[in-house]
């Protein structure tokens, strides 16, 4: 959920995580669901993207059979859970230090902007409902990514901003223990987060976008690249695209790559993979690289 929100400098002591991030991936709302209908997932594209990342994240694909890890039932899938065998070769995989942090997409954008939860007042009875409104809708999807995630081998873990403590004031991140995020990472987990409805100092609510998220993280837990998944819808205005390009430009102030390419292409597999890391930009790709020059 993107509102230009910022965020502030701390001194918040945190856990960094033991092993070293790899690649933090945004991924866009508008690259996984269908922005003009509200809460319809762009299933084709998330399945697509969730492959890609398998492909970026774990080793050992060519010779390994990838188990699923979503045993719930889903509507027309008979698929039985996998047996004990199946897991008998995992040991050999390794979920290689991702994070991913998606956007709303058609997703919690109508319940926050009919109540105006982004600018606050939880004492009136309108905006509590939108904050719980929101956070259903936001939260689903984030279940939704999980799941997908899940069924291609990967080891996802939905982290909620509000439910691990990010606080804002005025606007500003001013509470953010990414703690739980690193020790999920060292634990071999792929901790995936959304932009959510959060607490206020000042006034009492707001929204944290994706965007501003991505850029903490990268602030705190310094990975080696970040990459933003993106698919530009027909009736997205600048102002969408600004607010990536001034927090990308932000994180790469940090001395950390940024990638801004389409969802689910041959390019954005190379991106995430590192491939382009340093000087290793071959002509032919389409994306945007915004990095540091020293």
């Known amino acids: 959920m993107d509102d230009g929100i910022s965020h502030n400098n701390n001194n918040n002591q945190i856990l960094c995580p033991i092993k070293p991030i790899r690649c933090i991936v945004k991924l866009g709302g508008a690259a996984i669901t269908c922005k003009n209908e509200i809460e319809k997932m762009n299933e084709e594209s998330l399945e697509k993207v969730s492959s890609q990342l398998r492909q970026a994240m774990i080793s ?17 899938n008979s698929e039985a859970s996998p047996t004990v065998d199946d897991f008998s070769d995992q040991s050999l995989l390794d979920s290689d230090r991702f994070i991913v942090v998606h956007g709303a997409g058609s997703f919690g954008h109508f319940q926050a902007s009919k109540s105006g939860v982004h600018k606050g007042g939880l004492n009136q009875p309108l905006v509590k409902a939108g904050f719980v409104a929101t956070r ?13 995630l899940a069924r291609e081998g990967i080891p996802s873990i939905g982290m909620s901003p509000f439910s691990c403590g990010w606080l804002t004031c005025e606007r500003n991140v001013a509470s953010a223990d990414v703690s739980m995020v690193a020790k999920a990472i060292d634990s071999g987990f792929v901790p995936v987060l959304h932009g959510d409805a959060v607490l206020d100092e000042a006034q009492d609510c707001t ?7 991505i850029r903490h993280l990268a602030a705190q837990l310094k990975p080696e690249y970040v990459v933003f998944l993106i698919t530009v819808a027909a009736h997205d205005t600048t102002g969408g695209m600004v607010t990536k390009i001034w927090e990308a430009a932000m994180i790469a102030k940090l001395g950390i790559d940024v990638y801004i390419v389409k969802a689910a292409t041959d390019d954005s597999l190379r991106a995430l993979r590192g491939e382009l890391k340093g000087n290793n930009v071959p002509e032919e790709w389409l994306g945007t690289v915004i990095r540091l020059l020293r």
């Open 136 to 148: 259903i809708s936001v939260t689903t999807l984030n279940l939704e990514i999980v799941r997908a």
């Open 207 to 213: 929204i944290l976008s994706g965007d501003v998220i």
């Open 60 to 76: 050992g694909l060519s010779s390994v059979k990838i188990c699923g890890m979503d045993w719930s039932k889903r509507p027309g």
